[in-house]
């Protein structure tokens, strides 16, 4: 029996980004693994914003914004930032910026981390 993947890269419906997503589907979209999921949210790094789980059995529902939040993540494990690290970019992000933090460009150097707060002022998220 063949076993159905979802493409990260194909288009949305409308009716997906509405609704939101199961965990299992979110996960497959971010590229990441459900179990790795199941962490972030426990964990608070990326709660799920439309429905969390409560108990055993409850479903966690994704937004198209905690999609993005996801591959964010995924992005700065995938540059060699450890996770520790990681939560430390996002603390930041949500403490200091007016922004979305899905709307922040964020600049990789090694093992820096960078954003324009700005116009002509560049943070080094790590230090």
Excluded at 13 to 34: L, N, Q, R, S
Excluded at 93 to 121: C, F, K, P, W
């Amino acid at each position: 029996m063949a076993s159905a993947s979802i493409d990260p890269n194909r288009e949305l419906t409308v009716a997906e980004v509405d609704e939101g997503f199961p965990g299992k589907k979110a996960a497959e979209i971010a590229g990441i693994t459900y179990r790795q999921l199941d962490y972030w949210a426990r964990t608070n790094l990326v709660k799920p914003s439309l429905a969390r789980a409560h108990g055993s059995g409850s479903r966690r529902r994704y937004s198209y914004r905690d999609l993005l939040e996801l591959r964010a993540v995924k992005s700065l494990l995938d540059a060699g930032i450890r996770l520790e690290l990681v939560r430390k970019v996002f603390a930041y992000l949500t403490e200091h910026l007016d922004e979305d933090v899905t709307q922040v460009n964020l600049v990789i150097q090694g093992a820096s981390v960078m954003v324009r707060t700005g116009e002509e002022e560049i943070v080094d998220l790590l230090r």
